[in-house]
């Protein structure tokens, strides 16, 4: 078996219209696709898919399931962006040898991972 490339990251959520106004409205994502009578949404990040579900019988959101990390292009204003509209952060941001982080919650709990690399010249071994 040889796995090729990552189809797409999905999300599960509760309430889609809620989902989609913290993805859109404050990630600042846009939509790329939209599915199942709106039960299933996409949005195109790089060359990957990001895809929020509502199928709450089968696939329940969970701050210790499935995560995400969005590498941004400006990390310190992301982090400023996301204060100023009272994101709860599950862990505050912090530095890595190679990187910088912080963990938000969307408003059904999951985890998304805020991220950017540090310039090659600037980066030290990750673990």
């Given at each position: 078996?040889k796995?090729?490339?990552i189809?797409?990251i999905?999300?599960?959520?509760?309430?889609?219209?809620r989902?989609?106004?913290?993805?859109?409205?404050?990630l600042?994502l846009?939509?790329?696709?939209?599915?199942?009578k709106?039960?299933?949404v996409?949005?195109?990040?790089?060359?990957?898919?990001?895809?929020?579900?509502?199928?709450?019988?089968?696939?329940?959101?969970?701050?210790?399931?499935?995560?995400?990390?969005?590498?941004?292009?400006?990390?310190?204003e992301?982090i400023?962006?996301?204060?100023d509209?009272h994101?709860?952060?599950?862990?505050?941001?912090f530095?890595?040898?190679c990187?910088?982080?912080?963990?938000?919650?969307?408003?059904?709990?999951n985890?998304?991972i805020?991220?950017?690399?540090?310039?090659?010249?600037?980066?030290?071994?990750c673990?």
């Amino acid at each position: 078996m040889k796995i090729k490339n990552i189809a797409f990251i999905g999300i599960p959520v509760t309430d889609i219209k809620r989902a989609r106004e913290f993805y859109e409205g404050v990630l600042g994502l846009k939509l790329t696709e939209e599915m199942g009578k709106g039960h299933w949404v996409e949005y195109t990040i790089g060359n990957q898919t990001l895809a929020l579900a509502n199928f709450p019988d089968q696939w329940r959101p969970s701050a210790e399931g499935t995560s995400v990390a969005l590498e941004m292009e400006n990390f310190d204003e992301a982090i400023a962006r996301l204060k100023d509209r009272h994101v709860p952060f599950d862990a505050e941001p912090f530095e890595s040898p190679c990187c910088h982080m912080a963990v938000i919650q969307d408003p059904d709990g999951n985890k998304i991972i805020i991220h950017k690399l540090k310039p090659e010249d600037e980066k030290k071994p990750c673990l």
